[in-house]
C-alpha cells in the first residue's frame, strides 16, 4: 500500500522504504560489505610470490628502491632482490652463521638514490653495504617468442625492457655504530641513521663518516613553531628516535620519538649539525608509533597507539605543525572492530602521493584518499567474513612497498615472518613463506588531471583500460560486439539503463551495464611498461596512453591500436607533462631524447603516427603539467611559469595540421616555492568580477582564469581588467595582447580534484558555471555563482559567488555538470571459500580473500546544494537553479531527499533548535506541482514517530489529502489515505477512504476501486486500529501504490476471506471475542461493512445507468465483479427502463464506435418502405420513415400489468417532410425491425418476447423481420447487395466483444438488450436476417 515514489537516485543500491515503527534506510552508495567508492581499487586477487631459496628463513622487510623496479627483501640472515616486472627472484646473498653470530640478524634497509648500493643495519648497530653490480649484455630470464611472431629483437633498449637483469650483490663496506639502529633515510650522496643512544649519523654511502660528529638529540632546540626565538631541550632520559622520513618538499625529517611525542626537524640554514638544526612539536600528539611523508602535498602521516593517523602540515606564515586532518575508523562503519585495531603499524604513501596505505597491529588494510576519505578496508564485508558467517583472522602485515605508478603492493604477512620454532621451520617447504602483491586499478585524475576528459570515467590499470563510455560506442558502430568486461563487470545501478533521459551526455555516461575495457596493445607494453598517463577525448571515442617512451592510441569505433611506424622515434620521446586531446588531434608534452630539448607537440589522430605528421614546438623548460581550454594550450613548467598557447587547426595540405603559437607566459616564482607541489593547473571562464569593467561585458564574458592546485590549496588567478580594456576589433585574437594576471587567490584548501567546464548552457547557469571541488574527507564543494532574477541590477551587498560544502556517499571521478550528477567507481567482492571446504585454509588465497571487482556508480547532488542556500537565505537562488533543473527525471527525488534529511536531521536531535530549517524547505517545495507527492513519499518513508513534527511544517494530511481529490490527482490521495489511517480515528478514515471511492469510481481507477473496496472492508473489521505495513518498494502505478488486484469474479456481498492472501496485507491485532459470539459478531461487522459499499456501487451504476453509460457500465461490472444480472433484475422497473430510445441509441453508437445502417437510394422501395409491417407497430409507426423513430417506441418489459412510460410518445418518427429531405442528400437510414422468430400457431407479437425464463436468453434466440406475408417475401438484386453492404458494415471487434458482453448482462433488462441488439448483434450473428 501507499503511493508511488519518484525513480530512485542513481547510485542507490536499494531503496527501503520504511512504514511506521521503522527508521528509513538513507540512500547510500554502497552495501554492508562493500568498499566505499574510490579512485585505487583492488583487482582480483592478491598474486602470492614463492620464494625459491633453500634456506627456510621468513622474509621480515621489504623495500623498493626510487625507481621502484627492484625490491629487497630481507630475511634474518639473507638478502635477496627480486625484480617487479616480471616479478621474479634475480639474486639473493646469505651471511655466514659465524659473521651473522657476529652482526645480529638483519634488521632494516635502504636503497641509494640510483640503485647501485644497498645499507642494511643489524640488532647488534652494524650497517652493511652492498654493491649491486650489473652484468652487461647478460640477463637473467629472457622472453622466448614463437616463429613468425611479430616482436623484434631488433628494437631499442629491447634486453633492458624485457628481460631481468642478471645482478650480483658483493659486501663493499661494514660500519659499527655501537648501538641499535631505529632508522634508516636516504639523502642524496648521505644516509642518516639513527639510534637508540639518541644519536644522529649523517653517513656517507661510502661507509665513511669522515669525521662529522653525530648529533645529540638533546642538544636541538624544540619550540610550537619555528619563529620563537629560543626553544627547550629534550628533557627526558634514554631519548631516541623511533622512526623517521626525510620530506624533500618541505626540507626537514618528520620524527617520532620513543615516548610517543612527534615532531619536525629542519636545519636553519644549509648545514647540517647541531647548532644548525631545529625542531618543532606537534602539541596533541603523545602516542606516535611510526611516521610517513607525502612530498607532493606536504603532509606528515603519524600512526597512533589508539589506531588513528593524525596528518600533520606545517604553516607557511608561523612554521608551526598543523592539523589537517584524521584518518580514523567510526563506529558507525565498523561497530565490531573501530577501537580493537590496535596500534597503527605501517603506513606508506602511493608513488602517485594520491593515497596513503595503513596497517594495524592486530591485522587489517586500509586505503584512504591524501585528505581523508576512506576508500578500502580489510576489517569488514567478505573480507573479515567467511561466506557461513563465521570470522576470518585479519591480515597481519610486517612490511610493504608499493610497485611501480601504484600498480601493486608487495606485502610480507606476519604469520610467516613471526617467530618460527627451527624444529618446525626445517620441516616446512620453502613455499610457506611467500609474498603477497595486491594489484591496483586507479584512476587517470590521479597522475593527468586535465580538463579534457572529466565527464568521463576513465582507470587505468598496468595492462588495460576501463572506460564508461560503452553505449556511445555500441549506438554509433552497430556491428561492434558487447564490449569486453571479463570478470571486471559492473552493474550500474541507476535508473538510467533503458537510456530514455533526454540528456544525452547523461544517457552515454551511465545507460551501459559494463566498463568498456581496452586492453593495451602488447607490442607497445612489452618495452614500454609501465602505464604513466592515460587520457580520452569528449567525445568517449578515442584513448591514447603513455608508457616508458612514446605514446600510442586507440579508437574505439575501429577497435584498432595506431603506434609509431618508426620504433627510434617512439624510443627517442618520453612524456613528461602528460597528454591530453583537443578535438582530433594528441597534444603532447614530451622531452627529446636525441636532441636533448624539451617540446610541445602536436599529431592528428587520422594521420600515421610519425613525427612528419606532427607539429612540434621547443619549450624553454620541462613541462610538468599540460591542460587545454577551448582552444589554449596552457602548460606549467619546472621553472614555475605557466605559458599560454593558442592552437588552430589548418586544412593547406592533404592532412590537416595544427598551428601553435605562444600567447603569453606568466612567473608564478613568487607564489610556488617547489614546482613539484602544483597538482594541476587548469585554465577556466570562471571569475569573481572584482575589478571588471561593466563598460567592457563582452570581454567578461571571455575572462580567463588560472586554477592552480598547490599542494591542496586551490589558488585563482584571474586577468586584471582595472586598467584599460583592449577592444577585441582593433586585432586578432593571435596578435592581440593579452591582459596581465591579478595576484593569486586562495579559495580552497584541502582540495585533491578540480572540474569546470568550457561548454555553456544558458538554462543551466548555475551549474555550468559553477567549479566544483573534491576534497576527501570533507567531502565536496562548489563554489557557485548567485544571479539576479530576471535580469535585475545585484545588490552591492552580495556576493557574486559562494563557497557551499556538501557530502556525498561516493569518491567523485566525474561530473555531469548539465545533469546534477556525480560519477564514481565501487569496489565490490564476491567470496569463492565454499570452493574449498575441505581444503587446508592455508593453501589457497581464494580462501583467504574475496575475489574483487569494480562497479560503477553515481549520485545526485542537488538536494545538498538547495538545502545549503536555503540555510543562508538564499531562497530565490534556490529556486532558479531548481526551476532550471525540473526537467531531469529524479527531480522529484531530490526535492524528497532534502525534505526527509532536513526532517530526520531535526526531528532527532536531542538539543532545541532556534532556527530550524524544515519550515523553508517545506515552503520551498510548495513552489513545485510535485509538492504533495513529495510530502507524502517523504512520510511513508519516515518512521510514525517523527509524522506530527512533519505535518507541523506541511500542513494537515486532511487538507492536503481533499487538495489531492481537487487536482484529480487520486494516486497520491491513496497514499495520504494511509497516513490519515495512522493519524486519525477510523471514522475519519473511513469518511475519506468514502470520498476517494467515489472520486475513483466516477474516473474508472478500477485497480484503485478493488484496493479501496478492501480498504473499507479492513476499517469495518477492526484492521484499521493497527498501522498497515508498509511494503518494501514501491512503483508508480494508476493504484496510487496499491497492490494490483486481478480477481474479476468478486462477490461482493461476501467475506473478504475468499480473497487471495498476500495481495493487500492488514495486520489484525484488535482483540476480537473468542467461540460462537465472536465468530457472529465479525460476520455482523462484515456484513454491515458490504452492505455500505454495495449501496456505493448500486448508486454508481445507477449514475451510469440513468446517463446511459452502457460502455461504462460495463467496464465497471467487469472489473470490479460487479453482480450486474442480479442488480438489473431489482431495477428493471426503475433505473433500468429507457425513457429515450433516440438518445440511448444514439448514445450506444457513440460510446462503442459502431456505423449507422446506410442504404442506397435504389433501396428506397425496399417492403421496410411500403408500409407492409404494420400488424405489430401500430398506426403511430406508419407516420414514420426512420430506424430511430422505430426503436422510440415502447415495448413492454413487465407483462401486460406493467406500467407503461409515455415519454416516447411526443419524440416518435419525423414528417414525411423530413424523411424526404433527408433522403435527398447522400446516403440515407433504414429501418430494421427485429423480432423473434416465431413458431407455427404463435401469435405475432413482440410483448411475447418478454416472456423468457431465467435460463433462456434472448440473446440467442433467431431473429427474423416481422412479416405479415413472410412466405411471399422476395429481394431484389439490389436489395440482397445492400443487405451484404450493411452486415459487412461493422464496429471495431473490441466494440463487437463489448456489445456480446453488455448483450449478455443485460439479458434481463428486455428494453436494453432490444437496444444492443438492433445495433450490435443484428451484424454479429450469421442467423440475423433483415
Not at 821 to 833: F, H, K, Q, R, S
Amino acid at each position: 500500500r501507499g503511493g508511488s515514489r519518484a525513480p530512485p537516485p542513481p547510485g542507490a543500491d536499494a531503496e527501503t522504504l520504511a512504514g511506521p515503527g521503522r527508521r528509513f534506510c538513507r540512500l547510500v552508495a554502497r552495501r554492508e560489505g562493500r568498499a566505499p567508492p574510490t579512485m585505487y581499487f583492488l583487482s582480483g586477487w592478491p598474486k602470492r610470490l614463492l620464494c625459491p631459496l633453500e634456506a627456510h628463513e621468513p622474509p621480515l622487510r621489504i623495500q623498493a628502491d626510487l625507481q621502484r623496479t627492484l625490491f629487497a627483501v630481507v630475511s634474518p640472515s639473507q638478502l635477496s632482490i627480486w625484480y617487479s616486472r616480471p616479478s621474479v627472484l634475480i639474486v639473493s646473498y646469505k651471511e655466514l652463521p659465524k659473521a651473522a653470530l657476529q652482526f645480529g640478524h638483519y634488521d632494516k634497509a635502504e636503497w641509494k638514490p640510483d640503485s647501485t648500493m644497498l645499507a642494511i643495519s643489524t640488532v647488534n648497530g652494524y650497517i652493511l653495504f652492498f654493491n649491486l653490480l650489473s652484468s652487461r649484455d647478460k640477463y637473467l630470464y629472457e622472453p622466448i617468442y614463437p616463429k613468425g611472431s611479430p616482436h623484434t629483437k631488433g628494437t631499442p633498449h629491447y634486453k633492458e625492457e624485457q628481460c631481468a637483469p642478471l645482478l650480483n650483490l658483493e659486501k663493499k663496506h661494514i660500519l659499527d655504530l655501537q648501538a641499535s639502529i631505529t632508522s634508516l633515510q636516504s639523502m642524496l650522496e648521505d644516509l642518516l641513521v639513527a639510534t637508540v643512544d639518541g644519536l644522529l649519523h649523517l653517513i656517507h654511502w661510502d661507509g665513511v663518516i669522515n669525521g662529522r660528529k653525530a648529533i645529540n638529540l638533546c642538544t636541538v632546540p624544540f619550540s610550537v613553531d619555528l619563529h620563537s626565538s629560543r626553544g627547550s631541550f629534550l628533557g627526558f632520559e634514554d631519548v631516541h628516535i623511533r622512526d623517521m622520513e626525510y620530506c624533500a618538499t618541505l626540507d626537514g625529517f618528520a620524527v617520532v620519538f620513543n615516548d610517543g611525542r612527534v615532531g619536525f626537524i629542519t636545519p636553519m640554514s644549509s648545514g647540517f649539525t647541531a647548532e644548525q638544526l631545529h625542531g618543532v612539536w606537534a602539541q596533541d600528539v603523545l602516542d606516535g608509533t611510526c611516521v610517513a611523508v607525502n612530498n607532493k602535498y606536504q603532509l606528515m602521516a603519524f600512526g597512533c597507539v589508539n589506531g588513528s593517523v593524525q596528518v600533520y602540515t606545517i604553516d607557511n606564515t608561523t612554521g608551526a605543525m598543523q592539523l589537517s586532518h584524521k584518518l580514523e575508523l567510526t563506529p558507525k562503519q565498523y561497530p565490531d572492530i573501530w577501537n580493537k585495531t590496535g596500534a597503527v603499524k605501517l603506513i606508506k604513501w602511493s608513488p602517485d602521493s594520491c593515497v596513503v596505505m595503513v596497517t594495524w597491529e592486530y591485522g587489517g588494510l586500509s586505503l584512504w584518499s591524501v585528505f581523508g576519505a576512506q576508500l578500502i578496508c580489510t576489517l569488514g564485508g567478505d573480507f573479515a567474513y567467511r561466506s557461513d558467517g563465521t570470522k576470518k583472522d585479519p591480515l597481519k602485515i610486517s612490511s610493504m612497498s608499493w610497485g611501480s605508478e601504484g600498480y601493486h603492493l608487495w606485502v610480507i604477512d606476519a604469520k610467516s615472518s613471526g617467530n618460527v620454532a627451527p624444529e618446525k621451520v626445517c620441516r616446512n617447504e620453502a613455499k610457506q613463506f611467500s609474498i603477497l602483491q595486491f594489484q591496483f586499478i586507479k584512476s587517470a585524475l590521479t597522475i593527468n588531471p586535465c580538463i579534457s576528459n572529466q565527464e568521463q570515467v576513465l582507470l587505468q590499470g598496468e595492462d588495460r583500460l576501463y572506460l564508461n563510455c560503452g553505449d556511445a560506442i555500441q549506438t554509433q558502430n552497430p556491428r561492434s560486439s558487447t564490449a569486453h568486461s571479463e570478470h571486471k563487470a559492473i552493474r550500474e545501478r541507476g535508473p538510467f539503463s533503458d537510456g530514455s533521459l533526454d540528456s544525452q551526455g547523461l544517457s552515454t555516461l551511465l545507460g551501459h551495464r559494463h566498463w568498456h575495457v581496452v586492453q593495451i596493445h602488447s607490442t607497445y607494453l612489452e618495452i614500454n611498461w609501465p602505464i604513466r598517463f592515460s587520457a580520452i577525448d569528449k567525445l568517449g571515442q578515442n584513448v591514447a596512453v603513455v608508457g616508458k617512451f612514446g605514446f600510442a592510441h586507440y579508437s574505439l569505433l575501429s577497435k584498432k591500436w595506431k603506434l609509431f611506424g618508426n620504433i627510434t622515434q617512439e624510443q627517442t620521446m618520453t612524456v613528461t607533462g602528460g597528454l591530453v586531446w583537443w578535438n582530433d588531434f594528441i597534444v603532447t608534452a614530451c622531452y627529446n631524447l636525441s636532441d636533448r630539448q624539451e617540446e610541445l607537440r602536436v599529431y592528428l589522430r587520422t594521420a600515421n603516427l610519425d613525427n612528419a605528421f606532427a607539429h612540434i614546438t621547443k619549450v624553454q623548460a620541462e613541462t610538468l603539467l599540460l591542460s587545454v581550454f577551448r582552444d589554449i594550450i596552457i602548460l606549467f613548467r619546472a621553472d614555475c611559469s605557466i605559458c599560454l598557447y593558442s592552437i588552430e587547426r589548418k586544412s593547406d595540405g592533404p592532412n590537416p595540421t595544427a598551428s601553435i603559437q605562444v600567447l603569453q607566459e606568466v612567473s608564478m616564482s613568487r607564489y610556488i616555492p617547489h614546482p613539484f607541489l602544483v597538482v594541476s593547473v587548469t585554465l577556466t571562464s570562471v571569475r569573481t568580477e572584482t575589478g571588471i569593467s561593466l563598460k567592457m561585458p563582452q570581454q567578461a564574458c571571455e575572462a580567463e582564469s588560472i586554477m592552480l592546485n598547490l599542494a591542496g590549496q586551490l589558488i585563482m588567478v584571474q586577468r586584471d581588467r582595472s586598467g584599460p580594456q583592449i577592444r577585441e576589433k582593433d586585432s586578432s585574437p593571435n596578435q592581440r595582447k593579452l591582459l596581465p594576471f591579478c595576484a593569486p587567490v586562495v579559495l580552497a584548501q584541502s582540495v585533491e580534484n578540480v572540474w569546470t567546464t568550457c561548454r555553456s548552457n544558458k538554462q543551466k547557469r548555475h551549474l555550468m558555471e559553477a567549479l566544483w571541488l573534491s576534497c576527501g574527507g570533507s567531502g565536496m564543494k562548489v563554489w557557485l555563482p548567485l544571479f539576479p532574477r530576471d535580469h535585475r541590477k545585484p545588490h552591492s551587498f552580495l556576493s557574486r559567488r559562494i563557497m557551499l560544502p556538501f557530502h556525498i556517499n561516493i569518491y567523485p571521478l566525474a561530473v555531469l555538470f548539465e545533469d546534477a550528477l556525480v560519477l564514481g567507481a565501487v569496489n565490490d567482492t564476491v567470496l569463492y571459500d565454499c570452493l574449498y571446504a575441505h581444503s587446508s585454509t592455508t593453501e589457497h588465497l581464494e580462501v583467504l580473500f574475496p575475489f574483487c571487482i569494480v562497479e560503477r556508480t553515481s549520485q545526485i547532488y542537488l538536494h545538498h546544494i538547495l538545502r545549503q542556500l536555503l540555510v543562508k537565505n538564499l531562497g530565490e537562488q534556490a529556486l532558479l537553479l531548481a526551476h532550471s533543473c525540473a526537467t531531469l527525471p529524479y527531480f522529484p527525488h531530490v526535492l524528497e531527499l532534502m525534505l526527509h534529511e532536513v526532517l530526520e536531521e531535526e526531528a532527532t536531535s536531542r538539543e532545541p533548535i532556534p532556527d530550524p530549517l524544515l519550515p523553508t524547505v517545506a515552503k520551498f517545495i510548495t513552489e513545485f506541482p510535485l509538492f504533495l507527492q513529495t510530502v507524502v513519499h517523504c512520510a511513508r518513508k519516515t518512521e510514525y514517530a517523527l509524522w506530527n513534527y512533519l505535518f507541523a511544517a506541511v500542513g494537515n494530511p486532511k487538507d492536503l489529502f481533499e487538495e489531492c481529490l481537487m487536482t484529480q490527482d487520486l494516486d497520491t490521495a491513496a497514499s495520504y489515505l494511509i497516513i490519515l489511517q495512522n493519524m486519525e480515528v477510523p471514522a475519519v478514515s473511513r469518511q475519506h477512504a468514502t470520498l476517494l471511492f467515489n472520486t475513483a469510481l466516477e474516473q474508472g481507477k478500477w485497480d484503485l476501486c478493488r484496493h479501496m473496496i478492501r480498504f473499507l472492508k479492513a476499517i469495518g473489521s477492526g484492521e484499521s486500529e493497527t498501522p498497515p505495513p508498509t511494503p518494501a518498494t514501491q512503483e508508480p502505478s494508476s493504484s496510487g501504490g496499491f497492490e494490483f488486484f486481478r480477481h474479476r469474479s468478486i462477490s461482493l456481498s461476501q467475506s473478504g476471506d475468499g480473497i487471495p492472501a498476500g495481495k493487500f496485507n492488514l495486520q489484525k491485532t484488535l482483540s476480537m471475542p473468542s467461540g460462537p459470539s465472536g465468530k457472529r459478531w465479525s460476520k455482523d461487522s462484515d456484513c454491515a461493512e458490504n452492505m455500505y459499499i454495495d449501496m456505493m456501487l448500486w448508486r454508481h451504476a445507477r449514475r451510469l445507468l440513468e446517463e446511459i453509460r452502457l460502455k461504462d457500465l460495463g467496464c465497471f461490472a467487469a472489473q470490479l465483479g460487479f453482480e450486474l444480472i442480479g442488480w438489473l433484475c431489482k431495477e428493471r422497473t426503475r433505473a433500468a427502463r429507457v425513457e429515450d430510445f433516440v438518445t440511448a441509441l444514439k448514445k450506444l453508437h457513440h460510446d462503442f464506435l459502431w456505423p449507422f445502417p446506410i442504404i442506397p437510394v435504389c433501396s428506397i422501395n425496399s417492403p421496410l418502405k411500403n408500409g407492409k409491417y404494420r400488424t405489430v407497430i401500430g398506426e403511430q409507426l406508419l407516420k414514420s420513415q426512420s430506424a430511430d423513430s422505430f426503436l422510440n417506441m415502447e415495448i413492454d418489459a413487465g407483462g401486460p400489468g406493467a406500467p407503461r412510460s409515455h415519454s416516447w410518445l411526443g419524440t416518435i418518427g419525423s414528417s414525411q417532410r423530413e424523411m424526404d429531405a433527408a433522403s435527398s442528400h447522400g446516403p440515407h437510414m433504414q429501418e430494421a425491425f427485429l423480432s423473434p422468430l416465431l413458431n407455427k400457431g404463435d401469435e405475432c407479437s413482440i410483448g411475447s418476447a418478454t416472456d423468457l425464463t431465467e435460463t433462456s436468453s434472448i440473446v440467442d434466440g433467431d431473429w427474423t423481420v416481422v412479416d405479415e406475408n413472410f412466405s411471399a417475401l422476395s429481394l431484389t438484386q439490389s436489395e440482397l447487395e445492400h443487405i451484404s453492404l450493411e452486415l459487412a458494415s461493422k464496429g471495431p471487434h473490441k466494440s463487437q466483444v463489448q456489445l456480446r458482453y453488455v448483450g449478455f448482462m443485460y439479458r434481463r433488462c428486455h428494453l436494453w438488450i432490444v437496444l444492443c441488439s438492433a445495433r450490435g448483434f443484428c451484424s454479429l450473428k450469421s442467423d440475423f436476417v433483415i
